[in-house]
């Protein structure tokens, strides 16, 4: 396999005993009810409860990126975001977690046959959390690996990890670092006002010893050269760089989430009535356009997601464009649905009124969640929308650092 091109691996129902896509969303679709009535529960617990992973497990979401070798699908991103999608309409969290059990089971397939075997070998179900954001750290090179130490945050779904994927820092890189739970000290600070059930808590080493069979870099990630690119059963777009292949699995639990709060916004509207006129909130053209509008920009969010996930799909196939920015209009596009899923649910939760307010209500959930979704780094438009309009008019990037 070239670095340019990846052959098709089968993502559609040719491939004995893989679902389709339909198949997989109707068993999302079967979990929502489920996963709204464990939703507030769950995020008092700040962490899903045990059977939505058993759930997820059942359903084989975890599956759905991870190669044929250790019993998975091998099929692509255009079939995890829609299933990514469909689970968050029913709770924030789980849809978030949903994507790190789908997008982890892809970014573990870049690491080498070695370390793929040390974890899925033992554990083809195994939960990989990732440390994202450092707050300190300290790498040693040493004969056969290096020796990590540090303090890392945001290590969504903590609680059911078996490995931790560690991004180390350096001025110039981010290399991925994989450490198995033993060694490592999850401490428990995610005390937040949304997607609380993520269970995003930080991570501490101390002098742990990595294999180098257990590092990617980024250097190579970024260039669609990791080690995992070039197995016989790699999966969809391991060619490609990884930031772009990504990066709708934020954008698309945030979009199912929207339109999880559209819907029980236009159910609860039904049985309201406006308390100066007794007219039904329904009957209202204020409300009747506001619900439009929502419906409309939660569709149009979809679209965009889908046709983006199909260019990557091409992409995967035949190679790259040669115009830097409509490579960029991936992480363009994913920063601004979700933006505009922040905008949807700002407007909603307003003309849900007072009573949208109650922790009783999902709406305020959702709303929460959505607003702490949409912080996330993959959705700040203006770290893309700037290199983007540099590309498009033919500029320099901009220098790193």
Known sequence: MSLNTQPDLGAGPAAAGVPTTEELVDRAEALVPTLRERAADAETARRLPDETLEDFHAAEFHKILQPRRFGGFGLGHDVATEVVRTLAKGDGSSGWLANLVTTHGWQMALFGAEAQEEVWGEDPAAFIATGSFMTRSELTQVDGGYRLSGHWKFASGSDFASWFMIMKPTPTSFDWLLVPRSEAEIVDDWFVSGLCATG?????????????????????????????AFLPDAVPNTNLPFIEVVAFGIPAAVIGMTQGLVDIFQQSMRKKRSAFTNQPQIERVANQLKLAEAKAATDAA???????????????QEGLPQDPAEVLTVRRDAAYVSQSMVQVATKISIAAGANGSYLKNPIQRFVRDILVGGSHAIASWEEIAEPYGRAAWGLDPMPAG
């Open 200 to 228: 995003s808590k930080d991570i501490i080493l101390d002098d742990v010893f990595i294999p180098e069979h257990r590092v990617v870099k980024e250097a190579d990630a970024l260039a669609g050269r990791a080690p995992g």
């Open 302 to 316: 979809t679209v965009i997601m889908r046709s983006r996930l199909q260019d990557l799909r091409r992409w995967g």
